[in-house]
């Protein structure tokens, strides 16, 4: 093919670039290329190359026209069924014109050399020649070789026998176009395994080097040997299948002894021992109670450190074990939470962030009023008055007894009473003493699942109080028991129950006495 020399730009910037060059069956050859429409602003590039063969050495010479990166550009060699790349880079930088690669025993003596010139950037193959160099005769040679075989997993196992038991031992089978790459030595060189597994490498100088092997879906291995000159190095590799994420953990620091009602922090490292990213939530455990987590995101190898933190209450005293659970694995260790000379009953959190900013006694509780942030009650009040509270969220622990002549309880949120806790407002005397109303306000959702809540009445002459649950959103009163029984000398007197909520409101399983309205 013949073009025309005059009005040819020259390329300023090197882009997608094709390059042809012509190589024939001999010590050498020159090839010229014009190629046009390569994204730049010119009309043509053009890059004239040289490829000759000296002894077993490949060479490569830019005799002229553009320079192009160093990093686009690679030649593989194919010789009695294996095939090595030989890439342009290192160094980093251009092949330019007037520069030379030399490959040393890149080309196998006396044997058919199938040489291919590649573009990696466009994934394009450039050229193609056949080469068949013979050795010259050296009194002695000054480089070594590595060869091998890499193998992986079959696709059945083999069962084997083992005294009087039976087992499964996975099979192996020879990986063909695995890649070998080696490092050292000032050489960076790459081989693919062919049918039989096997690979080779020529013309290594002394030293030593790093030799992985690699193939898609498989871990990688990778091993260090020192090369002799003269001699030759076998590796073998076998490949397993990459194992999933998988989080190892170990406590790394926490207090043994800590006052109730303070804090404690937990710290746990995590590493994934797996050959893939995983996620993994991490979260602490107060017995069988999950008291804080973590999502937790890592690579393969990777670990990191995490804070959990148990904020202890005044009766939480006595020694416990805590747990740190990845998932794949789980540490444990104890606390030992000391007694705190406190009758408080319920604290109050400001700042949302799990400390009590404030605690209360029984009886501070029933004159309360409005408090800023979230209320709960944590410890059982008996009073002889009437307890109200006003605050932006109000809980009442699990299993928790509040005993007063009333209760009021509002929150400008979420309201919520615990599993097994009990609101008691009963009258307590023989003759006139009436029972107290009980009224739980949310303006978010009210949970009163699994509660207690009553208002009886069992003297002389004594009616029963109230119970009036409301709630903004929903309202889940499942499992719950509600009460407002009168029950005197003169017949019954009960109490009214009304519930009200702006959203849903569930009751399955709980039952009112009398009937709600």
């Avoid at 090197?14 to 390569?38: E, H």
């Avoid at 005044?314 to 694995?329: H, K, R, S, W």
């Avoid at 107290?436 to 009553?454: C, E, F, H, I, P």
């Amino acid at each position: 093919m013949s073009r025309p020399t005059t009005a040819r730009a020259q390329s300023e910037t090197v882009g997608i670039i094709l390059l042809v060059a012509v190589f024939v069956v001999s010590a050498s050859a020159i090839g010229v290329a014009y190629v046009g429409g390569v994204g730049s602003d010119t009309d043509e590039v053009v890059v004239s190359a040289e490829l000759s063969a000296d002894g077993t050495d490949l060479r490569v010479d830019h005799l002229g026209g553009d320079a192009l990166p160093n990093g686009e550009l690679a030649v593989v060699v194919r010789a009695d069924g294996n095939a090595t790349r030989y890439p342009f880079a290192p160094p980093a930088g251009e092949f330019a014109p007037g520069e030379r690669r030399t490959f040393s025993d890149a080309l196998v003596a006396n044997a058919t050399n199938e040489v291919a010139l590649y573009h990696e950037a466009s994934g394009e193959r450039i050229a193609r020649t056949t080469l068949a160099p013979t050795a010259t005769p050296s009194p002695a040679a000054e480089t070594g070789s590595i060869e091998g075989v890499v193998v992986g997993p079959g696709a059945a196992a083999t069962r084997v026998a083992s005294g009087a038991s039976l087992g499964l031992r996975p099979s192996v089978v020879p990986l063909s176009g695995a890649t070998v790459a080696v490092d050292g030595a000032g050489r960076v060189a790459e081989a693919r395994t062919g049918v039989g597994g096997a690979y080779r490498i020529d013309g290594l100088e002394p030293g030593e080097y790093e030799v992985s092997a690699t193939a898609p879906g498989l871990a990688v291995s990778a091993t260090t040997v020192e090369v002799e000159p003269n001699e030759t190095a076998t590796v073998d590799f076998r490949l397993d299948p990459l194992r999933p994420a998988e989080f190892a953990v170990e406590i790394a620091g926490v207090d043994a002894r800590v006052d109730a009602g303070d804090p404690v922090t937990v710290d746990a490292t995590v590493e994934n021992v797996g050959d893939e990213r995983g996620t993994e939530t991490v979260e602490l455990r107060v017995g069988d109670e999950r008291v804080d987590s973590v999502e937790l995101p890592l690579d393969a190898g990777e670990s990191r450190t995490v804070s959990l933190r148990w904020q202890t209450l005044p009766t939480d005293a006595g020694e416990e074990t805590l747990t740190v659970d990845a998932g794949d694995d789980a540490a444990t260790t104890t606390v030992e939470v000391l007694d705190a000379a406190t009758d408080a009953v319920a604290y109050v959190d400001r700042d949302g962030d799990g400390d009590p900013d404030e605690t209360y006694t029984a009886v501070e509780l029933a004159f309360l009023g409005a408090v800023d942030g979230h209320l709960v009650v944590y410890d059982d009040v008996t009073v002889q008055t009437p307890v109200g509270a006003t605050a932006d969220r109000v809980t009442v622990r699990d299993g928790v007894t509040v005993r007063a002549n009333g209760i009021d309880l509002t929150a400008a949120g979420d309201l919520s009473v615990g599993q097994d806790a009990v609101l008691d407002a009963s009258s307590r005397g023989f003759l006139f003493a009436g029972a107290g109303d009980v009224s739980l306000r949310a303006g978010g959702d009210l949970d009163a699942r699994d509660a207690a809540v009553t208002t009886s009445a069992g003297a002389l002459f004594a009616s029963a109080g109230d119970i009036a649950l409301t709630a903004g959103g929903d309202a889940d009163l499942r499992d719950g028991t509600f009460e407002a029984v009168g029950v005197g000398f003169f017949g019954r007197s009960d109490g009214r129950i009304t519930v009200t909520a702006g959203g849903t409101v569930r009751t399955e399983g709980a039952s009112f006495d009398p009937p709600r309205e």
